[in-house]
């Protein structure tokens, strides 16, 4: 357990050899105590695949919390448990997984966040992938998501939040939120897609500098003020290189008796605008689609969750210990119809309908 280090232990590790421990007895004591990292360690050491070579990868990943930021939860005697779905979420993750890879990253456990990812995201097709308790970190007992393990750049990465603590292993990455506690008026959630937006149109190379001058502010009021400056400087520029232009030159109307008053042509939109409104046309033409195959959806769901019913059906206990003692695998019950596909393959790239609301 003293020997030197060998290449694959360092990346697996995520250290560098002048990082990692020299001597013999640093050695020793890291391979020993590594035994235990099951316990306190995400159990993959990437979370996420690489990129597909074969389809579009979208440039920046927006890694999103669930409790007291997309729903809240409440109990009372009368009616349990019960969870809302924050004001604007449908649209939130709609509009924005046009720009982003949009991951759910979760201290809760699968069992509990499961369902509720299942409503907010039924058919699939903007929440690219979810990560739960399982793939955070153990530090003093708290879980941490480590963005280490997360198998993308980090330059390109965005946290959303509502526990420093959670993000504590890369807090340059993270944007700390309010919580919500159920206000049906509240618009937090809305108030922050113009910031992640320009993050998805502009395209800087590292996202961690724009969030640092950020930090401890209100993003959404003081990225308006900044977007209302460059709006601003956009109108001065246009005034100014119209200044040298005629204000009464010939046009057509000259010719049929008209004033000949030069009509001023409306101020043209700014790159920002220009951006957002094709992907506001994109989310709506999305939409459309969306609740034009609703049926078609709603019924490829139900045969996959037949076809699941199925198989663990089939998967009894007898027929498990069958193939234990045989090495044979059990017979497994034959679909009458096809495989189902996912329901998001119906329709690659497409946005989010508006869900129905979390029971």
Not at 41 to 70: M, N, R
Not at 223 to 250: C, D, I
Request: aromatic share 10%.
């Amino acid at each position: 357990m003293g020997r030197d280090w060998e290449e694959w232990e360092l990346k697996e590790k995520r250290m560098k050899i002048e990082d990692a421990p020299s001597t013999r007895w640093g050695r020793t004591k890291a391979r020993f105590t590594s035994i235990f990292d099951s316990f306190t360690e995400p159990l993959w050491p990437e979370l996420l695949p690489g990129p597909h070579p074969a389809l579009p990868q979208k440039p920046y990943t927006l890694l999103v919390s669930i409790d007291d930021l997309l729903v809240t939860s409440t109990w009372d005697r009368q009616h349990g448990w019960r969870t809302a779905k924050r004001p604007g979420v449908d649209y939130f993750l709609g509009y924005l997984s046009q720009f982003f890879e949009v991951v759910i990253f979760t201290t809760q456990y699968n069992y509990t966040a499961a369902p509720i990812l299942d409503k907010l995201d039924p058919y699939q097709f903007f929440i690219s992938y979810r990560l739960y308790r399982d793939a955070c970190r153990s530090v003093n007992g708290q879980p941490v998501k480590d963005l280490s393990y997360l198998n993308r750049d980090l330059s390109k990465v965005v946290v959303l939040d509502v526990h420093p603590e959670h993000v504590s292993a890369q807090p340059e990455n993270a944007i700390i939120m309010p919580k919500w506690s159920g206000d049906p008026k509240d618009r937090g959630l809305i108030a922050m897609i113009p910031f992640l937006e320009s993050i998805g149109i502009f395209k800087p190379p590292d996202v961690r500098p724009i969030l640092g001058a950020y930090h401890g502010k209100d993003i959404p009021l003081e990225y308006a003020k900044k977007e209302a400056e460059m709006k601003q400087k956009h109108v001065e520029e246009w005034e100014h290189g119209r200044k040298g232009l005629p204000t009464n030159s010939f046009t057509l109307s000259n010719l049929f008796g008209g004033s000949g008053q030069a009509h001023s042509s409306p101020i043209p939109p700014t790159y920002l605008e220009q951006k957002r409104r094709e992907a506001q046309l994109q989310y709506q033409e999305e939409q459309a689609y969306i609740r034009a195959n609703k049926d078609n959806f709603e019924k490829l769901l139900k045969e996959e969750q037949e076809a699941m019913d199925r198989e663990m059906r089939g998967g009894t206990f007898w027929s498990t210990m069958q193939s234990m003692l045989s090495g044979v695998p059990p017979q497994q019950p034959q679909p009458k119809d096809q495989a189902v596909q996912n329901p998001a393959g119906a329709a690659a790239g497409a946005a989010p309908s508006q869900s129905p609301s979390v029971a």
